[in-house]
């Protein structure tokens, strides 16, 4: 990885979080955008689960799942929430901080993954990735035998602590309707 990847993988949380501060500041939220924004952000939630408990992190080269139609459910997911967030702020200043931010991180992120994910897993790799798109998700799933199909599993899903990311969006919804109820009092 270049200096320039771990400086920005150590400070792109940080970077969230303070943009976070003005993607708030910037919102006017009301109770149908942030039920509308829950709704696209339930989607979202839905995939990155679904992904979460197929996903196997450093042990093996998971192909199975939404993993057998994109590279990257778990960021596909995220998306989502990156939209039901941006029409919860019901904000275009809000919205454009929010899913540029989405876009210029995870492009990153997805190509310093696809690096390692290389040098890990080498040919297997490489061959999963001639088949199945980066992020835009195929129609239909890669086929695969049986054996290596796997299954969803609640236990992995716990395993990867993916329970937080609908913690963090619900508490986003939830500061979303007390902002707008200080608007409005």
Known sequence: MSDAARVFARWRVRLGYLLAVFVL????????SVLLGALVGA???WIRAWAAGYLHKQEVLTVAGP????RNPLYFGSAFLAL?????????PSAAILLAYFAIVYSVVMRREEGELLEHHGE???AY???VP????RLAPLRQPAAAAGKFSF???????EYQAAIGYVLLLVVLLIIWRMHTA
């Open 134 to 137: 980066l992020f835009f998700p």
């Open 67 to 70: 993993y057998a139609r994109t």
């Open 84 to 92: 039901g967030a941006a029409i919860a702020t019901r904000s275009w």
């Open 129 to 131: 990735a001639a088949e």
């Open 124 to 126: 297997s790799f490489r």
């Open 25 to 32: 500041w910037l919102s006017r939220p009301t109770p149908l």
């Open 155 to 161: 236990a992995q899903y716990r395993r990867n602590h």
């Open 43 to 45: 989607i979202g939630l």
